[in-house]
């Protein structure tokens, strides 16, 4: 794996860091089972405060129409932190020619046959998107972001960012859309939990294959049958102006299997769990 990132160059200096230390320490099956039985599954206390949620309240709050459809954006982690690799340096450029220098700079001579597939196209094509479904377009902005002036802004009907934690602003903004939209983040389990669809945008020469190889969860997390839909940045700008919001539907089958991977327990009482795990905790002490 070492050797896979390390020919990744910039692209695999993020994961390499999260796997040097580990390679050579890896837990044997005595460690693994003592690990397990130390520990307790109490789920995730975010999502239990879906039930504070009141969609009609928020919509009011947020002065959306109740009438009409919603597509919520989580916005890229490019803008504001800084760049992990060359696939998001070159992603992030808005300007043709600069976008060309760079990915020639990154990814040689060949990258420059591809069509200019940058963050900028790509919210264009989603705002055509939701002007094709009759839809609002709501952009969650990260903590440390400043989105005025920027596309994200210009093609929003609104913009939030971290006015609530309890229940959050993004897990309110899941609650009240018919459809998520993102950049391989972890919100997406918040989104199916309030019976919402995703759609996955995977940015080009992001190291995906060493990504799931490293951070198993995160294939299926990105796409799920039935769940989550993944798209190349590419097939986004080009398909999905033309593409129908019923396109994206939730299976309630697949729901289930969905929510006990990555979000079990999901029958309430998360954080009575985690009292009372820290007072057996500290009753045996």
Same mark, same amino acid.
């Given at each position: 794996i070492l050797e896979k990132l390390i020919k990744k160059g910039k692209d695999g200096k993020k994961f390499y860091r999260l796997v040097e230390e580990r390679i050579g320490h890896e837990w044997d099956s005595n460690t693994e089972e003592l690990f397990r039985s130390k520990v307790k599954i109490t789920g995730f206390p975010l999502i239990e405060a879906?039930?504070?949620?009141?969609?009609? $309240?928020?919509?009011?709050?947020?002065n959306l129409d109740p009438t009409r459809p919603i597509i919520g954006l989580w916005s890229t982690p490019v803008s504001g932190r800084g760049y992990h690799g060359n696939y998001d340096w070159v992603f992030d450029e808005k300007k043709p020619i600069k976008y060309l220098a760079k990915s020639l700079h990154a990814y040689g001579l060949g990258s420059l046959m591809n069509l200019i597939v940058n963050e900028d196209r790509c919210i264009r094509a989603i705002r055509k998107f939701a002007d094709k479904n009759n839809a609002q377009l709501v952009i969650k902005a990260r903590h440390y972001q400043d989105l005025v002036g920027s596309s994200y802004e210009k093609c929003a009907d609104l913009v939030v960012g971290e006015e609530s934690y309890y229940p959050h602003t993004a897990l309110e903004l899941s609650a009240i859309a018919d459809l998520m939209i993102g950049f391989r983040t972890s919100g997406y389990p918040d989104a199916v939990f309030v019976n *919402?669809?995703?759609?996955?945008? $995977?940015?080009p020469n992001d190291p995906l294959p060493l990504v799931f190889e490293i951070l198993h969860f995160w294939k299926d997390l990105c796409h799920?049958?039935?769940i @989550?839909?993944?798209? *190349?940045?590419?097939?986004?700008?080009? $398909?999905?102006p033309h593409t129908n919001l019923d396109t994206f539907q939730l299976d309630?089958? $697949?729901?289930? @299997?969905?929510?006990?991977?990555?979000a079990t327990p999901t029958n309430g009482g998360i954080c009575d769990r985690i009292v009372r795990g820290v007072e057996t905790l500290l009753g045996n002490i």
């Amino acid at each position: 794996i070492l050797e896979k990132l390390i020919k990744k160059g910039k692209d695999g200096k993020k994961f390499y860091r999260l796997v040097e230390e580990r390679i050579g320490h890896e837990w044997d099956s005595n460690t693994e089972e003592l690990f397990r039985s130390k520990v307790k599954i109490t789920g995730f206390p975010l999502i239990e405060a879906s039930k504070l949620i009141h969609r009609n $309240e928020v919509i009011n709050r947020w002065n959306l129409d109740p009438t009409r459809p919603i597509i919520g954006l989580w916005s890229t982690p490019v803008s504001g932190r800084g760049y992990h690799g060359n696939y998001d340096w070159v992603f992030d450029e808005k300007k043709p020619i600069k976008y060309l220098a760079k990915s020639l700079h990154a990814y040689g001579l060949g990258s420059l046959m591809n069509l200019i597939v940058n963050e900028d196209r790509c919210i264009r094509a989603i705002r055509k998107f939701a002007d094709k479904n009759n839809a609002q377009l709501v952009i969650k902005a990260r903590h440390y972001q400043d989105l005025v002036g920027s596309s994200y802004e210009k093609c929003a009907d609104l913009v939030v960012g971290e006015e609530s934690y309890y229940p959050h602003t993004a897990l309110e903004l899941s609650a009240i859309a018919d459809l998520m939209i993102g950049f391989r983040t972890s919100g997406y389990p918040d989104a199916v939990f309030v019976n *919402t669809p995703v759609l996955n945008i $995977e940015i080009p020469n992001d190291p995906l294959p060493l990504v799931f190889e490293i951070l198993h969860f995160w294939k299926d997390l990105c796409h799920f049958p039935g769940i @989550s839909k993944s798209m *190349t940045a590419k097939k986004v700008i080009q $398909e999905l102006p033309h593409t129908n919001l019923d396109t994206f539907q939730l299976d309630d089958n $697949e729901k289930e @299997s969905y929510l006990k991977r990555y979000a079990t327990p999901t029958n309430g009482g998360i954080c009575d769990r985690i009292v009372r795990g820290v007072e057996t905790l500290l009753g045996n002490i």
